[in-house]
């Protein structure tokens, strides 16, 4: 890349955006564009900037950075998003990656970690902190984890309603043969043999409900 790396820094707290933007402004190779305090806030000035990258907080009162993320890939937005966040846990991580974002790292980041990043991520090449990565790696290897498709979901849940196979074909405007895949996938994922058990395991994990 040529240039200087333009970014956007979207934090719910001002002390929080102030020192990035001091710390990215004091950097050769890097320009700040804006800040945003939310993730709707986000969306708007990222279509309005377009910057390379995103520095991107999930947990903000007013819109939430996994929502921001999927918006801003559903509508081919050109930068790439750099979650910057406190926590670590499984149910941001795994929504954050999924909804498009490039890659995840700690506030506790030192500096020249955080510059490495977003070079990285405006090269479109994938950023994981190494807790962040041991955590996706466990969550893809160990059976069960892996999350469910919008179309697997929907055939769980008809599942769960006593739907046969033929009934929920018909109801989804697939083949049999395409339901009876889904239910192998899905049954693979959640670390099940049968209908009774995915439905018992969907409604213990929160996935019906």
């Not at 903000?60 to 790439?80: F, N, Q, S, Y």
């Amino acid at each position: 890349m040529t240039g200087d790396i333009s970014v956007l820094i979207v934090d719910d707290h001002p002390v929080v955006r102030d020192g990035l933007r001091g710390m990215f402004e004091s950097a050769p190779g890097f320009t700040v564009l804006g800040e945003a305090s939310d993730g709707v806030e986000a969306v708007a000035r990222a279509t309005a900037l377009d910057p390379d990258v995103i520095l991107m907080d999930l947990r903000m009162p007013g819109g939430g950075g996994v929502d921001a993320i999927r918006e801003l890939t559903r509508v081919r937005a050109r930068a790439k998003v750099l979650v910057l966040t406190t926590y670590d846990t499984d149910s941001d991580t795994l929504p954050a990656i999924e909804a498009g974002a490039t890659g995840y790292l700690l506030k506790d980041a030192p500096r020249d970690e955080l510059f490495t990043a977003v070079r990285a991520a405006a090269e479109g090449r994938t950023v994981l902190s190494p807790a962040v990565a041991s955590r996706l790696v466990s969550a893809v290897r160990a059976p069960g984890n892996e999350p469910l498709s919008a179309r697997e979901r929907e055939v769980l849940a008809l599942v769960a309603k006593g739907t046969s196979n033929r009934e929920i074909a018909r109801e989804l405007f697939i083949s049999e043969a395409t339901v009876k895949t889904h239910l192998t996938h899905l049954y693979a994922k959640l670390g099940v043999k049968d209908r009774a058990a995915a439905v018992a395991t969907a409604y213990e994990r929160g996935i019906l409900g």
